[in-house]
């Protein structure tokens, strides 16, 4: 296996996902450190997987923008589509600033987003499926009701570009990495900062919180 671009854990803790540059996904069981299995059918190499909230499914996106669906416990190509799962429906974020709800079983188009002023760099539902974070090239942090789906629950204007943005697992913060080398750490209700993580020399490109919610992982 070539280099690791992402490592990402399932809800449980229990199997990681990583992302290679030699255009594979793969399984790994935490416990036991051994691959369980392998994906294989990009033509680029991958940048980022993520797991469904359930773990039965694997999202992977390469350079070229394709994303692939594969079901974990076979290892088949399920759907090629854009963007971060929540089980039912899948979201995108792109250049155009705009961000797009898809339903993973027709593979159409189900609801856009529109609010952003820059480029989105990341998209991420809440465990709870409630809401969406956005991270944006406008400095700005959008979190999105989805229940009223167009409604903008608050929008976080940040020091710098934020890079990615995650959820907490019982939801009620928001960890953020952005192009200033800080970790950001938000409340989800107020907006307002909860603690910062400063050290870093070099840009920090992927964050997100351990199952557990007490362990960050960069």
């Known amino acids: 296996m070539n280099g690791v671009n992402s490592v990402r854990f399932s809800n449980d803790g229990k199997i990681i996902v990583s992302s290679s540059l030699d255009k594979t996904v793969r399984i790994w069981n935490v416990k036991s450190g051994k691959q369980i299995q392998i994906f294989q059918g990009h033509s680029n190499q991958i ?9 039965q499914i694997v999202a992977s996106g390469t350079l070229d923008q394709a994303i692939q ?4 416990k076979s290892g088949k190509e399920l759907i090629k589509l854009k963007g971060h799962l929540d089980g039912k429906y899948i979201a995108s974020g792109s250049t155009d600033m705009i961000i797009r709800i898809w339903d ?8 856009t987003l529109e609010g952003h002023l820059g480029a989105i760099e990341s998209v991420e539902f809440s465990p709870d499926c409630k809401m969406l974070v956005a991270a944006s090239r406008d400095y700005g942090l959008g979190i999105w009701d989805m229940k009223s789906a167009k409604k903008l629950k608050r929008y976080i204007k940040q020091p710098n570009c934020v890079l990615h943005a995650r959820f907490s697992p019982d939801c009620k913060s928001i960890v953020t990495c952005s192009l200033d080398d800080i970790i950001r750490i938000l409340d989800v209700e107020s907006g307002r900062p909860l603690k910062t993580l400063k050290g870093h020399f070099s840009v920090v490109e992927e964050v997100k ?7 960050i992982l960069i």
């Open 47 to 55: 940048c980022n997987s993520e797991f469904s909230p359930d773990g």
């Open 69 to 72: 669906l594969w079901d974990v």
């Open 104 to 111: 993973l079983n027709s593979g159409n188009e189900f609801q």
């Open 209 to 215: 919180y351990f199952p557990d919610g007490q362990t």
